[in-house]
């Protein structure tokens, strides 16, 4: 018996027009996961150059941290003092972590068939390196398209909220001819995160322990990727701090302690999100999480009606990805809540007394810091809701038969409410409790103030937060009617 | 009885005391055989005999968790998943009962894969995925979507998609299972042309009949090989 030599198994990288082939977009659910890519790259973009834009706005050689800009007259004082403009640039960089919660939770639409994609291409002999090529494609150039949009955007931001507002309240300065260069950059930061989140987001065929064969079975397996990602984002700017304390340190002077600042509520910031991402997992895994959750199922069983607080409680473990981010920025939503319910509660109540200019000023910083955390809640809810509609998606079959049952549309658009409200509620309640209380603390030692009325205030504002947040919960789902009653509809049952 | 290829010929597929469980089910115990060129092996038992799991592991779609397994020269313990796709796409054909084409490619170009994989312009590719095609009888099948063909019509595209890189050896894993008398014919009679050129064909069938058009039949029975036999 002679042997003959078996034949190289050499792969080379597949043209480039195979890539853009394989990776156009064809389904809906492709078109919808594309665009909401985009639409958060183009939001993370948007705040990137409001923060490169405010950061930039020129100092006059006074050292005085409450000098005003001379060279963009007619900014709101947040923006024109020195001193102020790092909790400006904070407010605009606070604005990335919903959208990349967005975009995060964008990138996972239609993941069941995108998982059986890969494993069908795989099947038919797509490498490993092949599928990641093809990943990485589709995620940068969604991420590229959104940086495209970023800097028309922001010159319509400017537009409503610069040129359009009186002199002395304007919110962002002029484009300046730098835009362009920021607006490159933006554009290549973007595209290498988008090639990141598509080489860290892994799909059927990569592990080549399970096999194909596995993956062709397990078609919904869920990453634990994000959690790392938001970490290293976190050490990231950790270790810039670090960083810039050593060239303060170094030089002796003052004058990087904005920056200073700036990277420490950034890191402060993704630390907490860090932890309450860790927590929401925790809380999902451990046996203390579990007996919780079972305690806690059993007392919505016996409350309200239990088919609904069962599918919604089942609707919630079966992405905890997505309730965990949202959850995580919900909860950092939430502390900035908290620390303006005590900074509103001084206004009114403190001894020492503000002047009508000064409370105007005051006030007027805290409705923009709160507006900043209310679009962010907002973007971070709509993650939630494209998460959900497209769990609705994956899931159409079981739906369907769930409506089959018995289950009519009134209590299904039930199970979407009580699965947003069960994740974003006690995220933006706690966090303010959680920001609202440890900063009263501060501020009631500092000045000598009356720590009941600092609670009151803080209760009542997460009180208001939970209220809001459960309204807007129940206008999402108002607005995914239509999905969830396409989603029940008999005939999925008998599509595979 | 010991049966397999005459000792003249080089085995295409040789499986050495292979075992594979899921989690604590045992699939296959100590499982061996062996392919030759030109040869159809019917792989034949009861549901949850381990019949889909030995082709899976015959294929290198799954590592089993002991015993060898030598594919076309390759002992593929030693080969990563890269190389076993590289393998997949250019020397193996594979035709399962459900799911195997693309949902979002047309026909064509699900046919095509193999080759664009391989590194084949899309012009290429697609001008031999039409003759693939016309071979299946599915010509005017070449733009539409998998959900709009028959059962049938989608194995032949499978079929034609498994055969379009001329393997030398061909899986089949229940291939007519859900077909019509007539359309399943048409199926077996494609794979088993491929004899004709000297590649292999491994059948795996709970149907007698379609195992009787094999030379040799493997009889499994709770993942172990009960029966050998040739056919012919």
């Known amino acids: ?199 860290r987001t892994p799909l059927t065929g990569d592990n080549e322990e399970d096999g194909v064969s596995a993956a062709l079975v397990r078609l919904g397996a869920r990453s634990g990727r994000p959690v790392r990602l938001w970490w290293a984002v976190a050490s990231g700017v950790a270790a810039a701090l670090v960083v810039s304390y050593g060239i303060r340190w170094g030089s002796g002077s003052d004058y990087s ?145 769930v409506a089959a049952l018995g289950l009519e549309p009134r209590r299904l658009l039930g199970v979407q409410r009580r699965a947003l409200t069960d994740t974003a509620v006690p995220a933006v309640v706690s966090g303010s409790l959680v920001g609202g209380l440890l900063y009263q603390w501060v501020y009631v030692l500092e000045h000598l103030a009356d720590v009941g009325i600092y609670s009151a205030g803080v209760l009542a504002a997460s009180v208001l937060a939970g209220v809001l947040i459960a309204l807007a919960c129940r206008l999402v789902v108002v607005l995914l009617a239509g999905r969830v009653r396409a989603a029940a509809a008999l005939e999925h049952l008998r599509t595979p | 009885m010991s049966t397999g290829p005459s000792p003249d010929q080089v085995p295409l597929l040789e499986l050495d005391g292979v075992s594979h469980a899921y ?29 889909s799991t030995l082709l899976h592991v015959a294929a290198g779609l799954l590592r089993p968790q002991a015993g060898r397994v030598h594919l076309l020269g390759h002992d593929l313990a030693g080969v990563d998943a890269t190389a076993r796709a590289v393998l997949r796409r250019s020397e193996i054909g594979i035709v399962l009962q459900y799911v195997q084409l693309v949902p979002d490619l047309p026909v064509l170009d699900n046919v095509a894969l193999p080759l664009t994989l391989n590194g084949s312009s899309l012009a290429a590719a697609r001008t031999a995925a039409a003759d693939a095609l016309a071979e299946v009888g599915l010509t005017d099948a070449a733009s539409a979507a998998p959900a709009e063909l028959s059962g049938g019509q989608a194995q032949r595209a499978a079929v034609a998609r498994a055969l379009i890189t001329s393997p030398r050896i061909v899986f089949a894993d229940e291939p007519v299972a859900s077909l019509d008398p007539v359309g399943g014919r048409q199926v077996l009679d494609l794979l088993r042309g491929v004899t004709a050129r000297g590649a292999a064909l491994v059948l795996i069938t709970h149907d007698n009949t379609v195992a009787a058009l094999a030379d040799r039949e493997v009889r499994l029975r709770q993942g172990s090989v009960e029966h050998e036999a040739v056919l012919r």
């Open chain 1, 257 to 401: 302690l904005p920056l200073l600042l700036l990277l420490l509520g950034a890191a402060v910031l993704l630390a907490a999100t860090c932890a309450a991402l860790l927590l929401a997992r925790w809380a999902a895994s451990s046996p203390v999480g579990r007996q919780t959750r079972r305690v806690r199922s059993a007392r919505q069983l016996r409350r309200g009606d239990a088919a609904v607080a069962m599918l919604a409680g089942a609707q919630r473990r079966a992405n905890p990805v997505a309730a965990g981010t949202v959850g995580a920025v919900l909860f950092v939503c939430g502390l900035s809540f908290g620390v303006e319910a005590v900074l509103v509660t001084s206004m009114f109540t403190a001894t020492y007394g503000y002047g009508t200019g000064d409370l105007l000023f005051y006030i007027g910083g805290a409705a923009v810091a709160a507006t900043v955390a209310v679009v962010g809640a907002l973007v971070a809810l709509l993650a939630l809701a494209l998460s959900l509609s497209d769990h609705l998606l994956a899931t159409r079959r079981s739906v369907a038969a």
């Open chain 2, 23 to 51: 989690a604590r089910t045992p699939a296959l115990r100590e499982v061996s055989l062996t392919v030759a060129p030109g040869e159809v092996v019917a792989v034949t038992g009861s549901s949850g005999s381990g019949k």
């Open chain 1, 1 to 199: 018996m002679t042997a003959t030599a078996p034949t190289p198994l050499a792969a080379r990288p597949l043209p480039a027009e195979v890539v853009r082939e394989l990776a156009r977009l064809r389904s809906s659910a492709d078109h919808l996961r594309a665009r909401a890519t985009a639409a958060a790259a183009a939001g993370i973009g948007v705040a990137l150059l409001m923060a490169v834009s405010v950061a930039a706005i020129p100092n006059a050689n006074d050292p005085d941290v409450y000098q005003l800009s001379a060279a963009q007259p007619g900014l709101a004082p947040y923006l024109s003092q020195s001193g102020l403009r790092p909790g400006a640039v904070m407010a605009a960089l606070l604005l990335v972590l919903p959208f990349a919660a967005l975009a995060v939770q964008a990138l996972r639409v239609g993941s069941l068939a995108l998982h059986r994609q890969a494993g069908l291409l795989a099947l038919a002999g797509a490498t490993p390196a092949d599928l990641r090529q093809m990943r990485v494609a589709r995620t940068r150039s969604a991420f590229l398209r959104g940086g495209l949009y970023a800097a028309p955007a922001y010159l319509v931001l400017w537009l409503l909220l610069g040129l359009a507002l009186p002199p002395g309240t304007r919110l962002l300065p002029a484009p300046q001819w730098w835009l362009p260069l920021a607006w490159a950059v933006v554009l290549a930061v973007l595209a290498g995160v988008g090639a990141l989140l598509g080489v």
